[in-house]
Nanobody, 113 residues
Framework: VQLQASGGGLVQAGGSLRLSCAVS???????MGWYRQAPGKQRELVARIGSGGITNYADSVKGRFTISRDNAKNTVYLQMNSLKPEDTAVYYCTAPYGPTWRWGQGTQVTVSS
């Protein structure tokens, strides 16, 4: 199973980006998540979405980010609004297939002040 994240880029503070994570296998019934890792920091959970659509978010992104899924396209999205410089990080999508969590290669998000 491969996960391909895309949609990152350079944006000014207050701007928006939409990340996509395309999965090479079906995501139906699979919980999906987005994590991020800033330079010198540990990887942290940003948002996750259950197979039934229930979502939860890190406190730092609540009200600004929205995770969604399209099972027909085997794709998970992360809509990021009102971006802040502290959102700068490499963003990774992840999902459990079998006994292990699979990770995409990451997409860089840089927010300038």
């Amino acid at each position: 199973v491969q996960l391909q994240a895309s949609g990152g880029g350079l944006v000014q503070a207050g701007g928006s980006l939409r990340l996509s994570c395309a999965v090479s296998s079906s995501i139906s019934g699979i919980n999906m998540g987005w994590y991020r890792q800033a330079p010198g920091k540990q990887r942290e959970l940003v948002a996750r979405i259950g197979s039934g659509g229930i979502t939860n978010y890190a406190d730092s992104v609540k009200g600004r980010f929205t995770i969604s899924r399209d099972n027909a396209k085997n794709t998970v999205y992360l809509q990021m609004n009102s971006l802040k410089p502290e959102d700068t990080a490499v963003y990774y999508c992840t999902a459990p297939y079998g006994p292990t969590w699979r990770w995409g290669q990451g997409t860089q998000v840089t927010v300038s002040s």
